[in-house]
Nanobody, 122 residues
């Protein structure tokens, strides 16, 4: 079992930055993929970014490329999402998820955190 706890959300103005944190506990994340998703009101849950635990390879949705950076700290068992130049359309609860298959589809993720709210005002 893997337990995931997100933090770092908040209310910021457009153009600002936030860093989300996903702290993992339980089994090792070796050979796992850890991703961030978001779900704006009335919309489906959307893939944002993913990191491969073993080698640090990353993937992003086009709308956040060059603004967001996902990274992991193996020693701290933690994944980060650095979000720069935030836009109002980035507003959503953000969820951390983990699974053993690299995919953008939320239904295939086995473990989820409770979410952290990001609100960007214009």
């Amino acid at each position: 079992q893997v337990q995931l706890v997100e933090s770092g959300g908040g209310l910021v103005q457009a153009g600002s930055s936030l860093r989300l944190v996903c702290a993992a506990s339980g089994r090792t994340l070796s050979n796992y993929f850890v991703a961030w998703f978001r779900q704006a009101p009335g919309k489906e849950r959307e893939f944002v970014a993913r990191v491969t635990w073993n080698d640090g390879l990353t993937a992003y949705v086009d709308s956040v490329k060059d603004r967001f950076t996902i990274s992991r700290d193996k020693a701290k068992n933690t994944v980060y999402l650095q979000m720069n130049r935030l836009k109002p359309e980035d507003t959503a609860p953000y969820y951390c998820a983990a699974n053993s298959v690299g995919t953008i589809f939320p239904a295939r993720y086995d473990y989820w955190g409770q979410g952290t709210q990001v609100t960007v005002s214009s």
